[in-house]
């Protein structure tokens, strides 16, 4: 019987920042008269598509996360 | 030592200050990838436009002073960005009218207005169209078309021929050039040039910001305004002689014969009537 929690599963999931940060933070040290090239600017629609779609995955799991029923733990948090 | 140039494009305090208070207000929200992704998504817009800015109007990208970051009027978008908006609406066509009192529009989709009469919704003043427009709409709103006609002309109904429900195929036919299928096609809303085409009644068509787009609506733009010009010919023959004309419209709206009204032609400045 898999006793994975959806605790577990969210902890196995690989971790990075959201490439949208990392791009805007390029972005606001850049000039915006510095122009970006119709090359630069396609390859940044790129990243925002794959930016895009983590936001959807992390909205996904969360919605998910909130309807998985409760399990008991195996310890009681301090104060119950 | 470095020499800076005293035409140099250095920006000056209040642009660099508008940078600095859009870092500022990036770095407090930096960790969000909603707001990052959203700002992303901005930049790349605007640069987007940057780009068309200067490949369509070169000499007044060169001379702007419009900040890059100061939100202009639209405010979604920087005030060099709403520059372009304005240059494409002044010289390339009509991209302003339906967004004058909304300063928060966005144009990354855009509708267009209408340059046809509506004729399913709207109140025909037949006294501000082109007589020749206004003479063709006896095969669509054949009641007040008469009256306009008998106000004007003289001219009964019953003086001309039966006006069969549909018309010949030749009206349809764009290539035989003829002059009258121009004016029936315009007043039908079927040309193939959206500026003509579209009305008020329906569902506007959306067009996206890019280049190939504004170019080829400022193409069809022209178009547009172009068979408007052609019309006037008509009005001539219409105002000099208009019984023969009526009669030449209706004979060719029964009978797909065109009495040698031809488009006047682009390569010549010859009318081939």
């Known amino acids: 019987m898999n006793r994975e929690t959806p605790l577990d599963r969210l902890i196995r999931e690989t971790e990075r920042v959201n490439p949208a940060i990392l791009l805007a933070e390029e972005f606001m040290r850049r000039g915006a008269a510095d122009l970006l090239s119709a090359e630069e600017i396609d390859r940044a629609a790129e990243v925002l598509n794959d930016a895009r779609a983590e936001i959807e995955t992390i909205r996904r799991q969360i919605a998910a996360f909130v309807r998985s029923p409760p399990s008991a ?4 948090p301090i104060g119950f | 030592m470095q020499f800076i140039s005293p035409s140099s494009s250095r920006p000056g305090f209040g642009e660099r200050l508008s940078r600095s208070l859009e870092y500022l207000t990036f770095k407090a929200r930096s960790h969000n990838a909603v707001t990052a992704f959203e700002l992303v998504e901005r930049v790349i817009s605007e640069q987007r436009k940057y780009l068309m800015y200067r490949e369509m109007f ?8 419009a900040s890059l970051y100061r939100r202009g009027y639209y405010e979604r978008y920087s005030e060099r ?8 609406n002044d010289n390339c066509f009509p ?7 909304d300063p928060e529009n966005e144009f990354e989709q855009f509708a267009i207005p209408p340059m046809n009469v509506d004729l399913c919704c709207e109140e025909i003043y ?6 020749s427009y206004a003479a063709a709409l006896v095969f669509y709103v054949p009641d007040e078309a008469w009256d306009f006609l008998n106000h004007r002309f003289k001219l009964s109904r019953s003086d001309f021929p039966e006006i069969v429900a549909d018309p010949h195929p030749n ?10 299928g121009e004016l029936l096609r315009l007043v039908d809303h079927s040309t193939g040039n959206p500026w003509l085409d579209s009305n008020y009644c329906q569902t506007a068509d959306w067009y996206n910001w890019d280049r190939e787009t504004i170019a080829g609506l400022t193409a069809e733009y022209e178009a547009a305004n172009e068979v408007f010009e052609k019309l ?3 009005d001539e023959m219409i105002e000099a002689d208009p019984g023969k004309m009526l009669r030449a419209l209706i004979d060719f709206w029964n009978t797909g014969k065109y009495p040698g009204l031809v488009l006047p032609s682009t390569s010549t400045s010859e009318n081939h009537l």
């Open chain 2, 126 to 131: 037949f006294e501000n169209l082109k007589v």
């Open chain 2, 95 to 101: 991209l302003l009218e339906f967004a004058y009192d």
């Open chain 2, 81 to 88: 960005v709403n520059e372009l908006f304005n240059l494409v």
């Open chain 2, 58 to 65: 070169p000499r007044e990208w060169k001379r702007s002073r």
């Open chain 2, 171 to 180: 009206v349809w036919d764009g290539k035989n050039g003829s002059l009258l």
């Open chain 1, 73 to 76: 733990s195996s310890r009681t």
């Open chain 2, 232 to 234: 006037n010919v008509l």
